[in-house]
């Protein structure tokens, strides 16, 4: 009677390490299929658009308590494009990104609501040595596909930050170029 109680505990032990462990699963950014956006206004008259490529990091996502996902991302500052080269250089200096000491973004979650079906993805986002808090809008995870042996999904996040907050191009002073910069990531994501 002991040993069927043991074996009883161990295989009731094991399914339920084998469910708890199916909940979570790692996936990493694909820095080919990824990418940040940004639209910053130029002189009160016009917004100036770029993006950012080389984007990495981990995903870990809880199928059965989506909240309790986690996101840790780097993004390639060397990679700044507005397609402008002049523009491009000068915000590669140390007017800006300074990308020479600070060749990478870096945003690490701290949490993520869902309120009425609505996503939120709050955490610290690291901008030329500086660290705020930021909020994003996030849509997806998208469902999972498999090709070729490979799951892949995807999801995109959007917000604003104010450029003053990371003491970002202050020599330039709104009007000339505007405090807000809007962005959008949009990121595939390979099951590991």
Do not use: C
Request: glycine share 8%; hydrophobic share 35%.
């Amino acid at each position: 009677m002991k040993n069927r109680l043991l074996l009883a505990l161990t295989l009731s032990g094991a399914l339920f390490s084998t469910h708890a462990y199916a909940q979570t699963s790692t996936w990493a950014i694909d820095p080919a299929h990824s990418s940040v956006n940004f639209e910053i206004l130029h002189m009160g008259v016009s917004h100036v658009h770029g993006a950012f490529g080389n984007v990495k990091g981990t995903v870990t996502l809880n199928e059965k308590d989506i909240t309790k996902s986690t996101v840790s991302a780097t993004i390639d500052t060397t990679t700044v494009s507005t397609g402008v080269a002049q523009r491009d250089t000068h915000l590669k200096s140390d007017a800006f990104f300074d990308v020479a000491k600070n060749p990478a973004m870096t945003f690490k979650s701290t949490s993520l609501t869902n309120s009425g079906g609505k996503l939120h993805l709050i955490g610290d986002l690291t901008i030329n040595g500086v660290t705020r808090s930021v909020t994003l809008d996030l849509d997806g995870p998208t469902p999972p596909q498999t090709m070729q042996g490979k799951t892949i999904s995807g999801f995109s996040a959007s917000g604003t930050i104010k450029r003053s907050d990371y003491g970002f191009g202050a020599k330039f002073p709104p009007p000339l170029i505007g405090d807000d910069v809007k962005f959008t990531i949009d990121v595939e994501i390979d099951k590991q």
